[in-house]
Every structure is written in C-alpha cells, then in structure tokens.
C-alpha cells in the first residue's frame, strides 16, 4: 500500500460524517449519532464483492491507520472534556449535586450489572458484569443544556444541579473505568478476587498515578501560569497542553495500568479550572479533533463493528433490549431519586432524571474500552447507540412538556387577573 491510499478513506469519512453530522445536529439528535451512522454506511462497503474497494477501505494497514487516529481522537475528546469540567460549579449545588451523581451512579450501574448477570454466559464473571454496568454509568448532557438554554432555564435550581452533577458524573466514572480496566490486565482473564496480591497492586497503582498526575500537574500549572504572563494566547501554550495529554495517557496506561483515556482526563481537568489560558487551549483542541480525529474515532466504531448490527442472537437480543431499558430507567430513577431526596419537587426531581439521561460520546469510549479490554461482547455496540437515540429525542421532548404547563400558567395568569 502507497501512502498516498489513505487519503481516500480519510476523505469519504470526513465528508459523509460532516453530512451525517449536520443532518443529526438538525433533527435535534448529537453530531455523534450523525458520524456513527456515517461509520455504518461506509462498513456496508465491504459486503459489495468488488477486491480493490475492500483494500481501499478494509484492508489492513488501512485498518490499522484508522485504528491509530481513532485513539488519537478519544485522546483528544477525553482531554477537552476535562478541561471544560468547571469543577467551581458543584459549589453552586453542593451536596444535591453530590446525592444526585451518587444514586445516578449507583443505581444505572446496579442495574446493568443485574441484567448481565441474569444474561450471563459461559466464561463471564464479576468483573463482565460490572463493566456492563460502568457503561451505564456515563452521561452527556449536551442535548439537555441546548434545550434549557432554549428555555431560559440553565441557571434555573434544576439547571446548575444538572450541569454540576455531570461534572461529578464523569469524574466518579472514568475512576470506575480506571479500577475495573485496572483489574481486567491484573487477572489474567480469571475469577476476581479482591484479596489477591494482583487485585492490591492494582489499586496501589491507581492510587500512585492520582498522586503522581497531581503532583505533576501542579508543576505544570506554575509553568503555564508563567507562559501564559510572558506571552499570552501563544501556539506553545496549546502545543505544550497537547504533549502534556498525550504523556499522560501514555503514562497512565504503560505505567499505572489505568486507561488511557483516564489520563487524558485528569491532565484536562489539571490544565483547566483557574487558567486563563484555558479557554484558548480547549478552542485549540476542540478545533484539531472534531476536525478530523473525532469524526474518523466515531465513524471508526460504526465501520468495525457493522457485522454485529446483523449477527445478533436472539439471546442477546434479549439482553440488550433489556440493557437499553437499565440504561434509560438508571439515570431517571436514579438521578430523580437523589434530587427528591434533596428535597426538589416532584416536577423538578422527574426533570434532573430526564436532564441526566441523555448518553453521547462518553458511554461509547466507556464501551469501546471494555471491548478493547475483551470484558465486553462487541455486540453491545448496536443497543449502546439505540440508547444514544433514545434519550437524544426522548430527553428534548419530556423537558419540554414539563415546563410547557408552567408556560402556560404564565402566560394565562394576567388574563385570568384581569377576568
């Protein structure tokens, strides 16, 4: 293969994602759900018999190339999620924040752990089980902070709990991501067994890189305090954050055995917060890997795993369906619970549950990673992004029809003082 090959490939996934993308974004759903789609129908390629379409799109240096960019992608989108955590945002909330996140952890991940072990098959053990409940665990709420901003609610009780939930959402997930990754190398595909000498070097070593990536970071933010006072909005400074994402996640993986994308993480959260650089450097990142390495990871996904889509057992079937259920019932219970119990109104509690629903980019690098980890059956693929679509369209209309009443009153309420 001539190197000049790829460029095929990279030009029908970036233009058909970008259409797909934007006929999502349209239709009210993520621009994820556009690029997945967009993967799907490139992967239909390699059923049409024809050999040098098969080598253009599928063949293995390409596969490989396109593996590569992908996890330079999921890299990236890790990276800037980190830095777009506003960790002064759960002081807003405080504690209802924290009893929201917890019950929204702990009752999606409860859930999908129950329904893998009542599907379990031969081979699976603890650690299966909970991963298929981890995936629930990941949230997004991109598509619920469009619709409140279009409402005039973000700042509402029921939108700062929401917004300053997720950001506590995603820091307790990718920690149960990094453990349960952690134990997936250090068992060697066994029984897990929580007092073996393998299950305590794992959790020395998550424990390790948290203090390792802390103390690291603190030293990067006095240099980046000192660039950002010598030269501000420099290239260095994002060219810099970039290599800092890239050690860490490098480190974090071949040092630790904590994933990488966990790496990614916490250098962004890190590098973020206080700095006055931060926004630059997120426009910086958001601008490299949305315009080609996230569209290429997500479509990625889509063409690899299109034989799953067609080759589904009744069995699991079954249990997708069933795991499509856990995942949208455990946010809204879950979530809706943790706020009732925070003393929000019946109304207010079904509209956090609702908001923290919606899944996106977050739970497919969730079960990417338990499928690259082989604790997860690729065939989950297909019932993750029916939960994708579900909450996408299910969550704008539900919030809508919740203050759609309130609206009213609003609006009948000098009418009916005149009367």
């Known amino acids: 293969m001539e190197a000049f090959e790829i460029l095929l490939p990279l030009a029908v996934i970036l233009l ?18 556009g690029m997945l789609v967009a993967g799907i129908l490139i992967g239909l390629l390699q059923y049409i018999p024809w050999p040098p379409l098969q080598e253009a799109f599928f063949g293995e240096q390409v596969t490989f190339f396109l593996k590569v960019m992908s996890k330079i992608g999921v890299v990236l989108i890790m ?86 939930a997720a950001v506590i959402d995603d820091v307790i997930g990718i920690v149960i991501l990094s453990i349960l990754t952690g134990f997936s190398g250090s068992n060697g595909g066994g029984g897990w067994d929580w007092f073996s000498p ?16 802390i103390a690291v970071g603190v030293g990067l933010r006095k240099l980046f305090d000192l660039m950002e006072r010598k030269a501000p909005h420099n290239r260095r400074v994002p060219i810099i954050s970039l290599a ?12 630790f055995g904590v994933a990488d994308i966990t790496g990614a993480y916490i250098a962004g959260i890190l590098l973020g917060g206080t700095l006055s650089e931060t926004p630059y450097v997120e426009s910086k990142v958001d601008e490299m890997g949305y315009l080609i390495f996230s569209p290429i990871f997500f479509a990625f996904i889509g063409m690899s795993n299109i034989e799953y889509f067609a080759s589904i057992s009744l069995r699991f079937l079954g249990f997708g369906l069933v795991f499509v259920a856990a995942g949208l019932l455990g946010k809204l219970l879950g979530c809706g619970l943790g706020a009732k119990m925070c003393k929000f109104s019946f109304r207010d509690s079904f509209r956090v549950g609702i908001g923290m629903m919606v899944r996106a980019e977050v739970v497919l690098i969730c079960t990417e990673k338990g499928v690259a980890s082989g604790l997860v059956d690729p065939a989950i693929y297909p019932f993750v992004i029916v939960i994708i679509l579900l909450s996408s369209i299910l969550t704008p209309i539900l919030m809508k ?5 309130e609206e009213q009153k609003l609006m009948s309420g000098p009418d009916a003082a005149s009367t």
């Open 16 to 33: 058909l994602s970008k259409l797909m993308g934007l006929g999502a974004h349209k239709c009210g759903m993520p621009a994820v759900l």
């Open 79 to 164: 990276f800037s999620a980190g830095l777009g955590t506003d960790l002064k945002k759960l002081k807003q909330t405080g504690v209802a924040a924290i009893v929201i996140t917890s019950l929204g952890v702990i009752v999606p991940m409860g859930l999908g752990t129950l329904v893998a072990f009542l599907f379990r098959r031969p081979g699976e053990n603890a650690l299966n089980w909970l991963f298929y409940g981890a995936i629930l665990t990941a949230t997004s709420v991109s598509v619920t902070v469009a619709v409140l901003k279009e409402l005039g609610k973000l700042d509402s009780k029921v939108g700062t709990s929401i917004v300053a």
């Open 198 to 213: 393998g299950a305590g070097l794992v959790v020395i070593k998550i424990i390790l890189f948290f203090i390792a990536a």
């Open 244 to 255: 800092a994402c890239f050690l860490y996640a490098y480190a974090a993986e071949k040092l």
């Open 401 to 405: 029809r919740s203050y759609k009443k």
